[in-house]
């Protein structure tokens, strides 16, 4: 193999660079399709049918929703196309609590996620040894389990005298009036444990592939073991928090489910706004407006995310 | 909801070396796609522009008004249509009697197969209206029908758009005699159907308060009990603006069927008042029956028929008609226009119009009965029937939640019909207090 | 850029399997992974053990004593059989559609380099991180533009169309693994394109394939957001199941979830063994 960026071993499994490799070897530097243009098609061939139905049915309902929402009318005269950009600022302007309120609950329950699956992610990776492959399983189990189910759930669980809580209030341990669900913690942790395996398996797989070895030259030099935490595995984890982070953040900003079945009076998301406009009142225009401000708010803050964590640095850590 | 199946499955592929000049997956980092790509993006979005670029097309149809105009839409619908032996109906969930043994089976409806031969598929698809109109409208808009012959629709907003958008067929009421015979008059000729062109009542009801004795240690009379503060997070309240909006309306003592926008402010202001004070523990007309069963929810707002339900299943709950007023709404029979088998829909309209059938659905539903004369039959019923069953059908015979009093059919009040322009401004008003 | 570090910093072997020894003994994490593992599966032990609960009425969140009945009666509920029927009739179709479009992608990004191979990648990328409601939002706008009834038919669309870039992943990562010289040294022993393909790569692919195939089948099953938008009449089991809870979710509900729990786990079982078979 002449070339020396392949990885070998577990690190093969990243990408079709050896695939690469092989053909500029064989054309000498120019593609090989010029010499078989039937072969040089075939991609695109692949490709094709694939990517004919994404824009179909992704790229192009894309663009009708923003032409949806720069339309004006009602629904029972119908709606033209009139660039309207106020619907715009007065959806944004009517809904923009629950907006910011979606993305603190994404944030939170992002957070949550981190604190609580990074141990977790560690321990299976390092300590897990021969029962690896049980642990991530069971991490997977919850996904043969419908979500809405499983969100439901926790309403008995959680039910003000159910399970849990009756017995607490018995023993006097909480006051009669103690609740959980129909608060914004209940809708945090909704969204903590639906997303949690997301943010446990791209940390996971980013851990996996340190080499212990560099934990016990760290070690060598004579770091303690939280210095050999911190300067060594810490760093070199990041690209898996990264990916956990915006796996965790962008669904469960999005999400209104949890806020629908666990929520209470004022934990009402961005979610179940545009579902209520699109449904109920029949404000296409505004929905669309409300959908896009959302994607556009979540673009921003991966956008911002990125940069404070500077993803050059992380691509740079994850390269080496 | 994605599902990794293996780690890296429903994750991004891990990240390793990067080749500078290929374009790769980066993972979840949507920075730094190539240049060209971005280019090809933007035509190909530029491409596609135009195909963006159209209107969603109105619906409005003319209504037909005045006694010569109705009969001659009743004319041009039914002249030719003939009976199929086959019907398919929609209806909200549990709203029709069923055999106690096996939940599945109608008796009413077997029946009328067999007397006249019409085979009924029977759908309990309807969750609400407004999630109803959502998912049919397209479908009527298109032409194509719906794949129902009759439907139930409640006497809001939806109604008033469904006869706007012209969904619905004009009934021919010489068939239905047994309607004009038994139908009680205050069921019918309402504000949101006058001279019932377009529908006749399925069952009615009244919103009021449901509560739990035991757990409020008092009786509930009045809508200002939701505002004690022994109740303070306890109370279940709806994200429904036209429920909410006419309860409120009763609550500060207007009539919501000629309240004015003045009204209606106040009555939103009555709501913020409750809200602020921290007493609704959750604005959800998804969960409220089960949290008030659970003892989440102390006191709620519920439909009279829910009480009755929850009753037979263990629970010890109450319903009142608050001193300034309940709500009386009815949910409604009708045909859509692009009905396939409509003369088999109409002759079961005039069926559910016989008191012992009428009387067969209350037993089940529990709902005010539009038919007076049910009353008897199942006071007729209760004497032939032995037990526990007994006790319920005497109950219902004469209960006042079923076949209301005087007393109290004065104490109840018909929904506000809005308009369009109108319907905006309430929404504007009565949404924001539960989608806080 | 790419330096490779790893050799260079490996300390001796033996010092390794010392420190592997020592670090082994950490009960506070293990214990804390348990928790956190029986915090998940919590929910789904509440589920199978409700639907064995002997309840009278229609609340289902006390338990009142031991019952097969619900195992028995199982499809007394007209709707909802019709309603678990509808989904896993749609996520069959949309397995096979979505592996037949989504296959092809990820081989060709696996094995070509081809001008637009960003792009496509990038499409796939925007397709799996774009927030659902924002998709299935976008979907109903076509088809409200179009003027098109929702339904059946839009659900599996909708659904082919969030699949498609799972499974040309899933393939993409199969390939990575990949060697172009065995099927090079085929072709040199004289097979043409399609028999070097058919019997060198297809089979390496076809764990790839079959991944990518069941988890758009559970994708599908479970996906409540883009279909309640894209629904219209039709009702699906995760629909159903939402809607039921106003008026309390019969046990029927929770025994069909351990049904399908069960079933998951099996195929799940069954292709990992196919997997490590193969690759023996």
Redesign the interface.
């Known amino acids: 193999m002449k070339d020396p960026d392949r990885p070998e071993g577990p690190q093969g499994s990243e990408g079709p660079r050896g695939v690469r490799g092989v053909k500029e070897a064989k054309g000498a530097g120019a593609p090989g399709r010029r010499r078989r243009p039937v072969a040089a098609l075939a991609p695109y061939l692949m490709v094709l049918p694939g990517w004919l139905w994404l824009a179909a049915f992704f790229i192009t309902p894309v663009l009708v929703m923003l032409s949806l929402s720069l339309q004006t009318g009602d629904f029972i005269d119908g709606f033209r196309q009139t660039f309207h950009f106020r619907t715009y600022a007065d959806a944004v302007g009517t809904y923009h609590v629950q907006l910011l309120r979606s993305l603190l609950y994404g944030a939170a329950a992002t957070v949550c996620c981190l604190l609580i699956g990074y141990p977790v992610a560690y321990w299976i990776a390092f300590r897990a040894g021969r029962h690896k492959s049980v642990f991530l399983f069971l991490l997977l189990l919850p996904f043969f389990v419908s979500f809405v189910i499983r969100t439901q759930s926790w309403n008995v669980v959680l039910a003000d005298n159910g399970v849990v809580l009756g017995p607490l209030k018995h023993l006097g341990l909480l006051p009669d009036d103690f609740h959980v669900l129909a608060t914004a913690y209940a809708v945090i942790g909704g969204l903590t444990y639906n997303f949690l395996p997301f943010m446990v398996l791209p940390v996971y797989v980013a851990l996996e592939r340190v080499d212990p070895k560099l934990i016990e030259a760290a070690t060598d030099l004579y770091a303690g073991r939280l210095a050999a935490f911190v300067r060594v595995v810490l760093p070199l984890s990041l690209p898996g928090v990264f990916a956990g982070v915006l796996l965790t953040f962008v669904p469960a900003s999005a999400d209104y489910v949890n806020a629908g079945i666990l929520g209470g009076p004022s934990t009402t998301m961005i979610g179940n706004i545009i579902q209520t406009e699109y449904f109920t009142n029949l404000d296409y225009p505004g929905a669309a407006a409300l959908s896009f401000a959302l994607m556009g708010t979540l673009l921003i803050a991966v956008f911002v995310y990125a940069r404070a964590l500077g993803t050059e640095d992380v691509l740079e850590v994850t390269a080496r | 909801?994605?599902?990794?199946?293996?780690?890296?499955?429903?994750?991004?592929?891990?990240?390793?070396?990067?080749?500078?000049d290929?374009?790769?997956?980066?993972?979840?980092?949507?920075?730094r796609?190539?240049r060209?790509?971005l280019l090809?993006?933007a035509v190909?979005?530029a491409a596609?522009?135009p195909?963006?670029?159209?209107?969603?097309?109105?619906?409005?149809k003319h209504v037909p008004t005045g006694a010569a105009e109705v009969a001659a839409a009743v004319r041009d619908f039914w002249d030719g249509k003939r009976k199929t032996g086959k019907l398919d109906f929609a209806n909200y969930?549990?709203y029709i009697d069923a055999d106690p043994a096996?939940?599945?089976r109608h008796p009413t409806l077997e029946a009328f197969t067999r007397s006249t031969g019409i085979r009924i598929t029977y759908?309990?698809?309807i969750?609400d209206d407004?999630?109803w109109?959502?998912?049919?409208?397209?479908?009527f808009?298109?032409g194509?029908g719906?794949?129902y012959d009759l439907m139930v629709v409640g006497s809001d907003s939806y109604l008033t758009?469904y006869i706007?958008?012209g969904c619905l067929a004009p009934l021919d009421h010489s068939r239905l005699p047994n309607f004009a015979r038994y139908g009680g008059a205050a069921f019918k000729n309402s504000s949101f159907d006058r001279g019932n062109v377009h529908t006749v009542p399925w069952q009615s009801g009244m919103t009021g308060i449901g509560y739990d004795p035991a757990k409020v240690g008092r009786k509930i009379t009045s809508w200002q009990d939701l505002l004690d503060p022994g109740l303070?997070?306890?109370v279940g309240?709806w994200?429904d603006?036209v429920q909410m909006g006419n309860v409120a309306l009763l609550a500060v003592g207007a009539d919501p069927e000629t309240s004015t926008p003045d009204d209606w402010r106040r009555a939103a202001g009555w709501l913020r008042k409750q809200?602020d004070a921290g007493m609704?523990?959750?604005?959800?007309?998804?969960?409220?029956?089960?949290a008030l069963?659970?003892?989440?929810l102390w006191a709620s707002l519920v439909y009279s028929g829910d009480v009755f339900?929850?009753n037979?299943?263990?629970?010890k709950l109450e319903f009142v008609i608050p001193e300034e007023g309940g709500l009386l709404w009815t949910d409604n029979l009708c045909i859509p226009a692009t009905a396939a088998h409509p003369v088999d829909a109409l002759a079961y309209m005039d069926y559910a119009y016989r008191p012992e059938v009428a009387a067969k659905i209350t037993e089940t539903v529990q709902f005010i009965c539009p038919v007076p004369a049910a009353r008897d039959v199942i006071a007729r019923d209760a004497a032939a029937a032995t037990g526990e069953r007994r006790a319920v059908l005497r109950s219902l015979s004469t209960s006042p939640l079923v076949f209301p009093s005087e007393a109290d059919e004065s104490k109840l009040r018909r929904l506000r019909v809005l308009d369009?322009a109108e319907e905006k401004q309430w929404?504007a008003l009565f949404?924001?207090i539960?989608?806080? | 850029m790419t330096t490779p570090a790893t050799p260079a910093t490996a300390p001796p072997v033996p010092v390794a399997g010392q420190r592997r020894r020592k670090a082994r003994r950490r009960p506070g994490l293990r214990l804390y992974t348990w928790l956190v593992m029986a915090w998940l599966l919590l929910p789904i032990a509440v589920m199978i053990l409700f639907g064995f609960n002997d309840i009278k009425g229609k609340v289902n969140f006390t338990w009142q004593g031991f019952t097969l009945t619900w195992y028995e009666h199982l499809f007394a509920i007209p709707n909802l059989t019709d309603a678990l029927v509808n989904s896993l009739t749609i996520a069959l179709v949309v397995a096979v559609a979505a592996t037949l479009l989504g296959t092809p992608i990820g081989l060709a990004l696996g094995r070509y380099r081809f001008r637009g191979r960003g792009s496509v990648d990038l499409l796939l990328f925007a397709a799996i991180a774009a927030p659902e409601i924002a998709l299935g939002a976008a979907l109903l706008s076509l088809f409200i533009v179009l003027g098109v009834p929702r339904g059946y038919g839009t659900v599996v669309v909708a659904h082919v169309a969030f699949c498609v870039p799972y499974v040309a992943i899933t393939v993409r990562a199969r390939m990575a693994g990949y060697d172009p010289t065995l099927e090079e040294a085929a072709r040199d022993l004289g097979a043409g394109p399609w028999t070097a393909f058919r019997l060198v790569t297809l089979p390496m692919l076809l764990p790839g394939v079959a991944s990518g195939a069941l988890l758009c089948f559970a994708l599908s099953v479970d996906d409540y957001v883009i279909t309640s938008f894209n629904a219209g009449r039709t009702v699906t089991f995760p629909l159903w199941v939402y809607s039921a809870s106003r008026t309390g979710v019969p046990p029927q509900v929770n025994v069909m979830g351990t049904l399908i729990f069960l079933g998951g786990l099996l195929i799940a079982g069954a292709n990992v063994l196919l997997a490590r078979h193969r690759a023996v």
């Open positions: 909801m994605p599902l990794p199946l293996s780690p890296g499955a429903g994750t991004p592929p891990p990240r390793g070396p990067v080749l500078p290929t374009p790769r997956w980066r993972g979840p980092t949507p920075g796609p190539s060209r790509g090809r993006a190909g979005a596609l522009a195909l963006a670029a159209c209107s969603v097309p109105g619906a409005r969930t549990q096996d939940q599945s759908n309990e698809l969750d407004a999630s109109f959502g998912k049919t409208q397209p479908e808009a298109s194509q719906i794949g758009k706007e958008l303070r997070g306890k309240m994200n603006a809200r609704v523990r959750s604005y959800s007309t998804a969960t409220y029956q089960s069963q659970r003892g989440d339900q929850a037979q299943s263990g629970s369009q929404n949404e924001p539960y989608q806080a």
